[in-house]
């Protein structure tokens, strides 16, 4: 069976750190390029970041450049999303996805959903 799931959501208070992972079974993550989306309650699902299949390349939303970190080991068949300084509009659940691409894009509707999301709060 193939799985993709996401892990380390919490509650948080602002100005906090949580390190989000996706892990995969029964398929090899190498051949995809993987982006981190996020959605907030009423909101629509938005990307965060992106990053290529050799992790060579990565790309991120404006919102949280320069405080998230996208990396991935491909021995362990994971990706890893760093979020630092975090505020509550950063509260949603996040999901990762898998693009049938070495590379990454930003439109949603190129990648594959896989799993139930890990949901991040961020409150005092």
């Known amino acids: 069976q193939l799985h993709l799931v996401e892990s380390g959501g919490d509650l948080v208070q602002p100005g906090g750190s949580l390190r989000l992972s996706c892990t995969a079974s029964?398929?090899?993550?190498?051949?995809?390029?993987i982006g981190w989306f996020r959605q907030a309650p009423g909101k629509e699902r938005e990307g965060v970041a992106w990053?290529?299949?050799?992790?060579?390349?990565?790309n991120y939303a404006d919102s949280v450049k320069g405080r998230f970190t996208i990396c991935r080991d491909n021995a362990k068949n994971a990706v890893y999303l760093q979020m630092n300084s975090l505020t509550p509009e950063d509260t949603a659940v996040y999901y990762c996805?898998?693009?049938?691409?070495?590379?990454?894009?930003?439109?949603?509707?190129?990648?594959?959903?896989w799993g139930q999301g890990t949901p991040v709060t961020v409150s005092s």
């Open positions: 996805e898998t693009r049938n691409n070495s590379f990454p894009c930003r439109n949603l509707y190129e990648y594959d959903s």
């Open positions: 029964g398929f090899t993550l190498n051949n995809y390029a």
């Open positions: 990053i290529s299949s050799r992790g060579g390349s990565t």
